[in-house]
């Protein structure tokens, strides 16, 4: 199956800094990538859904500013979570989608555990 | 719009005993229907999907699942749990366009 890849795996910062965690395929051209968050004992939290080329689209009351996602090729899509506090502490999980003519099915990344101090 | 139920957000089973983890679906028209399978600190594994072929789908590490269109459901069943098989378990939807919907998850606990 396809491959995505996150990274990094683990990242500890200072509150008050940005953090990007990028999010990449492998082995096929993903068209749209999905950004999650995920609490503890939590189902995933959809943030935003971003296509090559053009500008992310958010869920309701995901901060745009707080979190900048940019596909800018179809094999990378990163997300920067910006001026980080203690409440930005969670699991990033990103996905990706080669296109709409398939099953739609949804490959994940490892996912990305940010800390903030 | 499409949707997903599971039902109960814990299960306990013993090793080599049956496994039953159930997910109802709301959907409009004919859905892609997955089981994913997240281990600790990892993000998720795609166990089994079902996508209008064959109605008992077979998946990885010995899951399967059947859809039934008269129950609206995709339960997931495996029949002799191991303690590799601990985990959380989300099933999914998707259709049209790129929406896809997660269930709640299921926490998957096997008692040596």
């Known amino acids: 199956g396809a491959v995505v890849s996150q990274h990094p795996s683990w990242v500890i910062c200072k509150s008050g800094t940005s953090v990007k965690i990028e999010c990449r395929s492998l082995?096929?051209?993903?068209?749209?990538m999905f950004w999650y968050r995920q609490f503890p004992k939590q189902s995933l939290m959809l943030m935003a859904t971003?296509?090559?080329?053009?500008?992310?689209?958010?869920e309701q009351g995901v901060e745009k500013d707080k979190f900048l996602i940019n596909h800018a090729s179809l094999t990378l899509s990163t997300l920067t979570v910006t001026s980080a506090h203690p409440e930005d502490s969670s699991f990033y999980i990103c996905?990706?989608?080669?296109?709409?003519?398939?099953?739609?099915?949804?490959?994940f990344g490892e996912g990305s555990r940010l800390t903030v101090l | 719009a499409q949707s997903v139920t599971q039902l109960g957000s814990h299960v306990s089973v013993s090793e080599g005993a049956l496994v039953l983890l159930r997910c109802n679906y709301s959907?409009?028209?004919?859905?892609?229907l997955f089981w994913y399978v997240q281990y600790p600190n990892q993000g998720l594994q795609l166990l089994l999907k079902?996508?209008?072929?064959?109605?008992l789908v077979k998946g990885i590490n010995g899951f399967e699942a059947e859809f039934k269109k008269s129950e609206t459901s995709f339960h997931l069943t495996k029949p002799s749990a191991h303690m590799s098989d601990a985990a959380e378990y989300f099933c999914?939807?998707?259709?049209?366009?790129?929406?896809?919907?997660f269930g709640t998850g299921t926490s998957l606990t096997v008692i040596p």
């Open positions: 996905s990706a989608q080669t296109d709409r003519r398939n099953t739609g099915e949804l490959f």
């Open positions: 082995d096929f051209q993903a068209t749209t």
């Open positions: 971003s296509n090559e080329g053009s500008k992310a689209t958010y």
């Open positions: 959907s409009s028209v004919p859905p892609y």
């Open positions: 079902y996508t209008s072929a064959a109605t």
């Open positions: 999914a939807v998707s259709g049209t366009g790129n929406q896809f919907y």
